[in-house]
DNA sequence: GTCTATAACGAGATAGAC
DNA sequence: GTCTATCTCGTTATAGAC
């Protein structure tokens, strides 16, 4: 039992929901209703039920923080992604999962982490900015792979480089988000999903 | 020449490019690329060539500034519109023009104020709320009425609510700047933006 | 691993002279 | 209308006890 936890404490980020995940938790609830910058050590703190400094023991400047909130929630998107890929659903069900995966953010009054992040760029120390772009060239990535394949198999439509529409995509969804949330209406974000899909679905 | 320089001084708000034009034209720059949070006094201070003291002078509390910057970015992207309005171009040309203004800013490597505004909405003073959605509000009116005007003459092609697609519209604009400019690169948001004009603008 | 205490700085805002 | 000076508060970060 001693010895349990002698184990865990002699970790520097232990894979049970302990502090450094609670920390965490809250950190990117903050950061995506609020903004990184609009998120401070003592907000969080005060949830997870801690100290400041007991903060700056787990991740000892908020540059390290900002990175591992961006990494971690990219690990999580792409593990979801992971399994709409292994389902055997077509082009538009995929789309349409992909799509939920930004909705479901949305229902919980958040905008997307690297969305928000991506509007304070400017202000984000190097490390973080890194890590966000990972996010959005593998969220290309994918979703390029997606749409080439729908119109190969002929159930997307779209004219000129699947990447450009892969860019499209995205950008509206983020916009979209970032919309509704102004209007505290997520049927701003299903209006404007809704049109997107429609016009890659091909007919019939 | 006394007199005259005491009649601009008696007002609050002088019309001529003087002392609170320019702290409007610096903290609006600032809020475009830094956000409005990661804005201050003594920022826009030290590029004025005045004291925070002088600012507080103009603009009593932030948040009135941060009012004043929204509403003055509303009166001239609108009187922007007025004039694509009073062009006797067709739909198309009207859309394109449209979205070169959200170009224009973008090549400032600056975002739009209001998209920048909205990411930061939890954290804003409840006047600037307000007066973001109305910059919103009159959007999405105009896109909506030049929307269903060229569905009637039949150079413009969408499915739907005119309402809806204007909102997808907007939301890809904002979206695409936002994304754009954490590449470094305008591209992105001209491929995307491409993409939303070939698909609403009818074939032929 | 977590605490108390505090350093060091920058923020928005105010007072009062000129 | 603008200045200097200052106040108060919140921020990130550190030191050192336990």
Not at 195 to 204: K, N, Q, S
Request: charged share 25%.
């Amino acid at each position: 039992m001693s010895a349990l936890r002698h184990e865990r404490a002699s970790r520097t980020q232990p894979d049970d929901p302990t502090t450094a995940t609670r920390i965490l938790d809250e950190a990117e609830r903050l950061a995506q209703t609020r903004g990184f910058n609009g998120l401070s050590y003592a907000d969080v703190a005060a949830v997870v039920g801690t100290s400041k400094a007991a903060l700056h023991y787990h991740f000892s400047t908020k540059a390290d923080l900002g990175r591992a909130l961006i990494e971690r929630y990219t690990e999580r998107f792409f593990t979801a992604l992971d399994e709409i890929e292994a389902s055997d659903a077509a082009a538009p069900e995929r789309l349409q999962r992909y799509v939920r995966l930004y909705a479901d953010v949305l229902k919980q009054d958040r905008l997307c982490l690297c969305g928000m992040l991506a509007a304070e760029y400017t202000t984000l120390p190097d490390p973080m900015r890194g890590a966000l772009r990972v996010f959005f060239d593998r969220n290309e990535v994918w979703l390029t792979d997606l749409l080439e394949a729908g119109r190969r198999a002929g159930t997307l439509r779209f004219d000129g480089p699947a990447r450009d529409s892969a860019r499209a995509l995205m950008a509206v969804l983020e916009g979209a988000m970032l919309l509704a949330r102004a209007y505290g209406d997520t049927k701003h974000f299903d209006a404007a999903a809704a049109y997107l899909i429609r016009e890659v679905t091909a007919a019939g």
